[in-house]
């Protein structure tokens, strides 16, 4: 959400590497695609974004066999790319203590985004739910946000299912109920706590 609100402020396009389609078996393909998506970059002006960093730029390993060998070399690859490129670069990642500290050395800014208070996810829930399907009345915001602690992306999941649920009951309307089960939905996935709403 961050790298796409930087994106839009600089005018930018925002480009989200996919990193299934970084690594590959076979040696040599990675440093390909890896200059692909440089390449590609430069010549777009694009801010790059890759989520989940710590899969890429993860710290390297003692060499023990060719494996290790080549996962180094592409490791080295992706640090003199990143080096040479003059746009922008966001890494995202909940593991910053598993990056390599060759790439930690390069990293300008590192920003922790902590959770939101209360106000924050009040203010939230009402921005993804704003637009589309309309909201219930008696949906009371500052309870959905006093309901459970969740993080922006998981606030974005819960709301995206209660938009679907809206949608199946067939009355477009997104009710409390939608919006309860969407957040017992989200909360199960970790054992989050749910306060009454």
Same mark, same amino acid.
């Given at each position: 959400m961050a790298?796409?609100?930087?994106? =839009?402020?600089? *005018?930018l396009?925002?480009?989200?590497?996919?990193?299934?389609?970084?690594?590959?078996?076979?040696? *040599?393909?990675?440093?390909?695609?890896?200059?692909e998506?440089?390449r590609? %970059?430069?010549?777009?002006? $694009?801010l790059?974004?890759?989520?989940?960093?710590?899969?890429?730029? =993860?710290?390297?390993?003692?060499?023990?066999?060719?494996?290790?060998? $080549?996962a180094?070399v592409?490791? %080295?690859?992706?640090?003199?790319?990143?080096?040479? $490129?003059?746009g922008m670069?966001?890494?995202?990642?909940?593991?910053k +203590?598993?990056?390599d500290?060759?790439?930690?050395?390069?990293i300008?800014?590192?920003?922790?985004?902590?959770?939101?208070?209360?106000?924050?996810?009040?203010?939230?829930?009402?921005?993804?739910?704003?637009?589309?399907?309309p909201?219930?009345?008696?949906?009371?915001? *500052? %309870?959905?946000?006093? %309901?459970?602690?969740?993080s922006?992306?998981?606030?974005?999941?819960?709301?995206?299912? =209660?938009k679907?649920l809206?949608?199946?009951?067939?009355? *477009?309307?997104?009710?409390? +109920?939608?919006?309860?089960?969407?957040?017992?939905?989200e =909360?199960?996935?970790?054992?989050?706590?749910?306060?009454?709403?």
């Amino acid at each position: 959400m961050a790298a796409s609100v930087l994106a =839009a402020e600089l *005018g930018l396009p925002l480009f989200k590497v996919d990193l299934s389609q970084v690594f590959d078996k076979y040696i *040599g393909e990675t440093e390909k695609h890896i200059e692909e998506i440089f390449r590609t %970059a430069r010549r777009n002006r $694009y801010l790059l974004f890759f989520d989940e960093a710590d899969a890429l730029f =993860a710290k390297r390993t003692a060499v023990k066999d060719s494996h290790d060998r $080549y996962a180094n070399v592409s490791a %080295a690859f992706l640090l003199q790319r990143m080096e040479e $490129y003059d746009g922008m670069l966001i890494l995202a990642t909940n593991l910053k +203590d598993h990056f390599d500290d060759a790439f930690v050395r390069r990293i300008r800014f590192a920003v922790k985004f902590r959770n939101l208070d209360r106000a924050g996810r009040e203010r939230l829930w009402r921005t993804v739910l704003e637009g589309g399907l309309p909201v219930s009345r008696d949906v009371d915001f *500052g %309870a959905l946000a006093e %309901a459970a602690e969740l993080s922006p992306a998981r606030i974005s999941e819960a709301a995206h299912v =209660a938009k679907l649920l809206a949608a199946c009951d067939g009355n *477009g309307i997104i009710t409390k +109920d939608h919006l309860r089960e969407a957040l017992e939905l989200e =909360a199960g996935k970790d054992e989050t706590v749910i306060r009454r709403f």
